[in-house]
C-alpha cells in the first residue's frame, strides 16, 4: 500500500472553494480514490468494539518517522495503531487504549 500526504476531503473543498469564484466552484467536479480499509495484523481495522464513530488521526506517536494511527471513538478512548512497517507501505499494530501515567484516556464528549 502506497501512502500519500491526507488531506480531509472537506477541507480540500474548502480549499479549491475559497480559490474559485462562486460560478467556477459549482462546475468543478471531485474526484477521489476510492476508500482502503486498513488492517492491524490481519485484522481490519474496526472501531464496532468501542461504540463505531471512528475519528481517525495520522500522527508519528513515537517519533520514528513513520506515520502511526490514533484513532478517537464515541465512547471517548482512543485506539493507537503503531506502523511496524515503513512510511511509504506501513504496517498496523493494535496497541489497545491510549493511556497515560497507566491510565486509559477518556474524553467525555457530553
Known amino acids: 500500500m502506497k501512502l500519500t500526504r491526507l488531506i480531509p476531503a472537506v477541507a480540500v473543498l474548502a480549499i479549491v472553494a475559497n480559490a474559485l469564484s462562486a460560478q467556477d466552484a ?38 520514528n518517522g513513520k506515520p502511526d494511527l490514533l484513532v478517537g471513538n464515541f465512547s471517548g478512548h482512543f485506539q493507537v495503531y503503531m506502523n511496524t512497517g515503513t512510511r511509504i507501505e506501513p504496517v498496523f499494530t493494535e496497541k489497545g487504549l491510549l493511556k497515560a501515567g497507566g491510565e486509559t484516556i477518556k474524553i467525555s464528549n457530553w
Open 26 to 63: 459549482r462546475e468543478v467536479e471531485f474526484q477521489f480514490e476510492p476508500p482502503i480499509r486498513l488492517k492491524a495484523g490481519d485484522d481490519f481495522i474496526d472501531t464496532g468494539k468501542y461504540i463505531a464513530h471512528a475519528g481517525p488521526l495520522s500522527v508519528d506517536l513515537d517519533a
